[in-house]
């Protein structure tokens, strides 16, 4: 078997609902679907997610890294010699979601070609995820209300609220409003997404106190690094790093540097295999792991889960999963369904996320 095309996919879908927090706001998905074909005329799918204002990626740069640089030394090889295919993806730096998006193709291939579910390959630990789901910037009274709908409607006991916004007592309110109306028993924890100093940081923490607050993802831009390394220190919940560490020599920098105790990871940007090494890492030395949201699809949401169920550490913390029920459609054939609060793995080969192919073709841009 050898990699005989790869496409990339430009497409747009709105957002019903848009997502806003500190380091910016999605209103449509515009993503990129990443297609490997073989010659033996199996088809691996992943869907790239840009986030420009977080890792400078767009579309049209995953388009050209793909297109230009990727594919014409990619084809012809054999999928299964996953070292030799890395060794092509190693040598350009960054382009993270390219190549996170080009790994969980290639193994939606494999599994697809071993007739075995992708989960089962990376180790097969569990049959579904428990959700987590974010709340965007908003009064504290709505993100209450959004929060009892989604655990009313869907079971879901975990959220992340998004956080970094000034003044400071906008986020202390909604950290107060939510704890009152949702009751002991619903974990909330916090993402400012840079938004922060660490001294603000430390400010909020003193005066959400008491509340149950169980981490704190990225309180401000890890650059800082005697600030982060000080707010580490004193902090009473972990401090997790998520957009600071997308790839295993970032999660080593800053666990060594104490820019962070806590390690959130995501397949989008790193595929499975990465993913892998991440949490290899963070397995040995003893660091709790989170599965994050890139603000995804349902394809995309889907390989999170696929990952995620798949290993015991991914497992204990809810995953984010749940924010493709903010788009207004998707290109999924087969909706995902929460129920119970958790999303189930597809026993099938490969990933999944088999595409409908006339909701590509209504929104795919070129």
């Known amino acids: 078997m050898k990699i005989q095309r790869i496409e990339a996919i430009p497409y747009s879908i709105p957002y019903a609902h848009p997502l806003k927090f500190a380091s910016g706001e999605v209103t449509d998905a515009e993503h990129v679907l990443v297609r490997i074909h073989s010659d033996d005329g199996l088809i691996g799918e992943a869907d790239a997610p840009p986030r420009p204002y977080t890792y400078g990626e767009t579309q049209d740069s995953i388009m050209s890294i793909i297109d230009k640089v990727f594919s014409p030394q990619l084809i012809g090889l054999d999928p299964l010699d996953r070292g030799k295919v890395h060794e092509v993806l190693d040598r350009t730096i960054h382009n993270q979601v390219a190549k996170g998006a ?4 290639l193994w939606d291939l494999l599994g697809k070609a071993l007739g075995t579910p992708v989960h089962k390959l990376l180790g097969g ?4 995820m428990r959700v987590s789901h974010m709340l965007g910037f908003r009064p504290a009274e709505e993100l209450l209300e959004e929060a009892l709908r989604f655990g009313e409607d869907y079971g879901i006991t975990t959220f992340k609220l998004k956080v970094g916004r000034r003044p400071l ?29 660490a001294n603000e940081a430390l400010e909020v923490l003193r005066r959400t106190e008491g509340l149950g607050l169980t981490k704190l993802e990225e309180p401000c831009d890890a650059k800082e690094a005697m600030s982060r390394r000080r707010l580490v220190e004193k902090s009473p919940i972990p401090i997790v790093g998520d957009e600071s560490v997308p790839t295993a020599g970032d999660v080593s920098r800053e666990l060594l540097a104490g820019g962070s105790n806590a390690i959130c990871i995501k397949t989008a940007r790193s595929g499975f295999t ?27 949401s889907l390989a999170t889960v696929t990952f995620g169920a798949a290993h015991e550490a991914t497992t204990r913390s809810a995953g984010e999963l749940s924010n493709f029920l903010d788009m207004s459609d998707d290109l999924i054939a087969e909706p995902i369904r929460i129920s119970g609060g958790r999303i189930s793995v597809r026993n099938v080969p490969g990933v999944g996320a088999g595409i409908d192919e006339d909701k590509l073709a209504r929104y795919r841009q070129n």
């Open 169 to 197: 007592a906008l986020d202390i309110e909604a950290c107060h409003v939510l704890r009152a109306g949702l009751g002991d028993d619903v974990e909330i924890y916090l993402d400012a997404n840079r938004g922060w100093t």
């Open 125 to 128: 630990y569990a049959d579904s």
């Open 274 to 300: 990465e993913a892998g090494q991440i949490l290899g890492l963070c397995a040995g030395l003893g660091v709790d792991v989170t599965m994050g949201n890139q603000i995804d699809t349902q394809i995309g």
């Open 102 to 105: 080009i790994d969980i193709a």
